[in-house]
């Protein structure tokens, strides 16, 4: 856990993108295809996601990965595997910018 701490950290503040919006067809092939082989934790964090996304190609508003932990009831490393699985199934594209003098966790959803 140390290694994650590193990395990331419950104050860090981060914002999602979603450049097109999965049709109900993909959400299915998201539950059915793709949930066994990522799990629960990164299926319920790829959910979690598309929810703060208003629009299609807005971010959403910027929050705090310790809301993040409230939200999913997970802790932070947990959160950190699952983001890793999405990322290495192309569902998630993480980069790190600064915003606002913030240093700042975008995280690009993109659709299965």
Do not use: C
């Not at 109900?24 to 799990?39: C, H, N, S, T, V």
């Amino acid at each position: 856990m140390a290694l994650i701490w590193s990395k990331l950290k419950p104050q860090d503040r981060y914002q999602v993108l979603a450049r097109t919006e999965p049709s109900l067809f993909e959400l299915k092939i998201l539950g059915q295809l793709y949930q066994p082989i990522m799990g629960h934790a990164a299926y319920s964090l790829y959910l979690t996601f598309l929810s703060e996304v208003d629009r299609v190609g807005q971010a959403s508003a910027i929050r705090s990965h310790q809301w993040l932990m409230n939200v999913m009831g997970l802790p932070l490393d947990k959160i950190y595997q699952a983001r890793l699985r999405l990322e290495a199934l192309g569902l998630l594209k993480t980069y790190h910018t600064k915003h606002e003098e913030i240093e700042l966790v975008e995280y690009q959803l993109l659709a299965p």
